[in-house]
């Protein structure tokens, strides 16, 4: 298993470019996440999706949207870049069951280094 | 709004040391708390969690103490090496609740010196 996957790796953009961050996972897992991570503030979660078809909104969701249509991939579109994009971004899986009730852990994938100018 | 608080920001440990990060919340429904480990260029990774079911957990060198009524969380690396120089992450879940969101601390830098 590869685990989570993201491409690329690192970007410059242009202010006011759009693009897309890519996010596969192999390992089935229902539940999908994507996060920025700024110098001394930790994680910080951009949108969430419990399943294909569905996706939510988490703490910083501006400037950003999502889709999901499979069980496996996540893109994290930027329209209009802005410097305050400027981020490390990481997306992550994990699996729940309401059955089960346990807390699962959330897999991160390497992260992808975005830079606005 | 910081619902999770995290300190120290850095910590500097000799080798064979005990290295502690402390964090607080304030969400009294969490109930998922796991520290995640960062190396440079990397995607976290869990270290270890606990539920509040229990005031500790011990895996290895690395313990999560638990203090419900205080609302805080801790963990210990005992005979810190310097492999374990990394940042750690404390976080807080609801476990069912509407995705099981992760909401991080901001982060400890440690530095374990020879």
């Known amino acids: 298993n590869a685990g989570v996957t993201q491409t690329p790796k690192f970007r410059i953009l242009k202010i006011g470019q759009s693009m897309t961050l890519q996010c596969t996972q192999d390992?089935?897992?229902?539940?999908m996440y994507w996060y920025r991570q700024d110098p001394g503030m930790g994680l910080k979660l951009i949108y969430y999706?419990?399943?294909?078809?569905?996706?939510d909104k988490g703490e910083v969701p501006n400037g950003y949207n999502v889709s999901r249509s499979t069980t496996e991939d996540f893109p994290l579109r930027l329209e209009l870049a802005a410097p305050s994009q400027t981020s490390v971004y990481f997306c992550?899986?994990?699996?729940?069951?309401?059955?089960?009730?346990?807390?699962?852990?959330?897999?991160f994938g390497p992260g992808t280094r975005l830079t606005v100018t | 709004q910081q619902q999770v608080k995290q300190s120290p920001q850095s910590l500097i440990v000799q080798k064979g040391g005990i290295s502690i990060i402390n964090c607080a919340y304030e969400?009294?429904?969490?109930?998922?708390f796991p520290w995640y480990q960062q190396f440079p260029g990397k995607g976290p990774a869990l270290l270890i969690a606990?539920?509040?079911?229990?005031s500790e957990k011990k895996e290895g060198r690395f313990t999560i103490s638990f203090n419900k009524s205080a609302k805080q969380f801790s963990l210990h690396i005992m005979d810190s090496q310097p492999g374990d120089s990394a940042t750690y992450f404390c976080?807080?879940?609801?476990?069912?609740?509407?995705?099981?969101?992760?909401?991080f601390g901001t982060g400890t830098q440690l530095k374990v010196e020879l």
């Open positions: 969400n009294t429904a969490f109930d998922y």
């Open positions: 999706s419990v399943g294909a078809g569905i996706t």
């Open positions: 390992m089935n897992h229902n539940y």
């Open positions: 976080a807080a879940s609801i476990v069912g609740g509407g995705g099981n969101k992760l909401t």
């Open positions: 992550a899986s994990s699996y729940y069951t309401l059955s089960s009730g346990r807390a699962y852990e959330q897999y």
């Open positions: 606990i539920r509040p079911d229990v």
